[in-house]
């Protein structure tokens, strides 16, 4: 597969990269099962690259119910211990830790705003920094690289395509949140 010029450069031309370049990566989400899905693959993914996490992210969602946040929220012991003996998703106990109590945390969001979804809508638009300090006293294992990277991912920062890649016409569209805040930009150093 060659390289299309005009697309982000970051995706190469693995088909894995590329295929999630093309239809998810800037796409607005609104469903909270793929939004905290989102949020799993980055927090898995700090200190390790994307296509790792894609080329796991089958084993993911079957470790981890299908993001089915109920079930996540839910996990005890014997589940832990289970998800450190899957070879197929990265076996840290504090991101497995993290993961199942931001799925209680997404359980009690629901409560107080309908859905994950409704919070974030609830919120935006924030400045970076202040996302960040948002997620950081919500969530567990939330650092300023997973916060920028899960709200890029879903279009509420722009950033996620260059103006000029094929991609970006299509993502716009579809009117992400970050379009409807007049002069958004962020660094590229926050960029996939």
Request: glycine content about 8%.
């Amino acid at each position: 597969m060659a390289s299309d010029p005009t697309r982000c450069p970051w995706p190469g031309v693995d088909p894995l990269y590329v295929r999630y370049h093309d239809r998810e990566w800037g796409v607005p989400l609104h469903n909270d099962r793929r939004l905290f899905e989102f949020l799993v693959l980055d927090g898995a993914q700090a200190g390790l690259s994307w296509i790792t996490i894609l080329r796991k992210r089958a084993a993911y969602r079957k470790a981890f119910a299908g993001f089915d946040i109920k079930k996540v929220a839910a996990f005890g012991a014997r589940d832990v211990r289970r998800l450190l003996n899957d070879a197929g998703i990265v076996r840290n106990r504090q991101k497995i830790a993290a993961l199942i109590a931001n799925a209680g945390t997404i359980r009690e969001l629901r409560r107080s705003h309908g859905s994950f979804s409704g919070w974030l809508a609830a919120y935006h638009p924030l400045p970076i920094e202040e996302w960040t300090r948002l997620f950081r006293r919500t969530f567990r294992f939330t650092g300023g690289l997973i916060v920028g990277e899960f709200l890029m991912s879903l279009g509420y920062l722009p950033g996620a395509h260059e103006p000029d890649c094929p991609v970006y016409p299509r993502v716009l569209a579809l009117t992400p949140p970050w379009s409807r805040i007049a002069g958004t930009t962020l660094p590229s150093s926050l960029r996939a």
